[in-house]
C-alpha cells in the first residue's frame, strides 16, 4: 500500500545552517506530494506541495522537488532560523480522494 | 474565516473512561477527516465523512471508536472505554471537494 518514509529526528541545528529532512515514498499510480508543518502549540499547516513529477514546491525559503525515479520528496532550506524549530511531516495523497498518508514526523530545533 | 476547532486540546483520563473530542469544520467544508498520532508515530487515518455520511472508516482502530457527525456540521469521536494504547493526538481536518485539507490543532488524549 502507499506509505512515507521520512528521516528520524531530532535534528537539532544552529542558526543559518542548511537543513535537508528526507523523505521517500511508495505509491500506487501519481500521487500528489507534500510537507506539513506543525509549530509548538499549532496545527498542521501545509508547507508546501508537489503534484507531479520535477514540479519543485516552494515556501519561506523551504523547497522540495518530486523526483520520480528516486521516489523521494526531500525538504530542504538553505538558511534556517530560530522561528523554523517545529516538527516536519511529509505526506502523500494517491491519485483519487482526499485520504494522506503521513511520515512519523521530523521533529527541528534550531538555536541561535 | 474560523479554522478547524478541536476541543478539548487536552484531556487525561483514565483506562476504562470514556472521552469525546469535537470538531468544528471550516464552515461550508463537506469533508471531515480524522487522524491520529500515537505516542511520536506517523499520522494515520481514522476515518472520513462527506457531509453527514462516513465515506470511509477503514482506519477506525476497532469497535471502540465511534464518530458521528449529526446533520453535516460538527463532528464527534467518542472513545469508550478508553485503553492505554489510545493514547495519542486527535487530528481533524476539513475541505470543500477536492479542494486543498486544512487541519485543527489537535486533541491531546492522554489515558492513564
Known amino acids: 500500500g502507499d506509505s512515507v518514509t521520512q528521516m528520524e529526528g531530532p535534528v537539532t541545528l544552529s542558526e543559518e545552517a542548511f537543513l535537508t529532512i528526507n523523505c521517500t515514498y511508495t505509491a500506487t499510480g501519481y500521487p500528489s506530494l507534500f510537507w506539513y508543518v506543525q509549530y509548538p502549540g499549532e496545527g498542521l499547516q501545509l508547507l508546501l506541495k508537489?503534484?507531479?513529477?520535477?514540479d519543485k514546491g516552494s515556501n519561506k525559503g523551504f523547497e522540495a522537488t518530486y523526483r520520480k525515479e528516486t521516489t523521494s520528496f526531500h525538504l530542504e532550506k538553505g538558511s534556517v532560523q530560530v522561528s523554523d524549530s517545529a516538527v516536519y511531516f511529509c505526506?502523500?495523497?494517491?491519485?483519487?480522494?482526499?485520504?494522506?498518508?503521513f511520515g512519523t514526523g521530523t521533529s527541528l530545533t534550531v538555536i541561535p | 474565516e474560523a479554522g478547524v476547532t478541536q476541543f478539548p486540546s487536552h484531556s487525561v483520563i483514565e483506562k476504562g473512561q470514556t472521552v469525546t473530542l469535537r470538531c468544528d469544520p471550516i464552515?461550508?467544508?463537506?469533508?471531515l477527516y480524522w487522524y491520529r498520532r500515537v505516542m511520536g508515530k506517523e499520522i494515520k487515518f481514522l476515518l472520513h465523512f462527506v457531509k453527514e455520511s462516513k465515506q470511509d472508516e477503514s482506519g477506525m482502530p476497532n469497535n471502540r471508536f465511534l464518530a458521528e457527525r449529526t446533520g453535516g456540521t460538527y463532528s464527534t469521536l467518542k472513545v469508550q472505554p478508553a485503553e492505554l494504547e489510545d493514547s495519542g493526538v486527535y487530528f481533524c481536518?476539513?475541505?470543500?471537494?477536492?479542494?486543498?485539507?486544512?487541519f485543527g490543532e489537535g486533541s491531546r488524549l492522554t489515558v492513564l
Open positions: 464552515s461550508g467544508h463537506d469533508n
Open positions: 508537489a503534484t507531479k513529477a520535477d
Open positions: 505526506a502523500l495523497t494517491p491519485g483519487w480522494g482526499n485520504q494522506f498518508y
Open positions: 481536518a476539513s475541505s470543500r471537494i477536492g479542494a486543498q485539507l486544512f
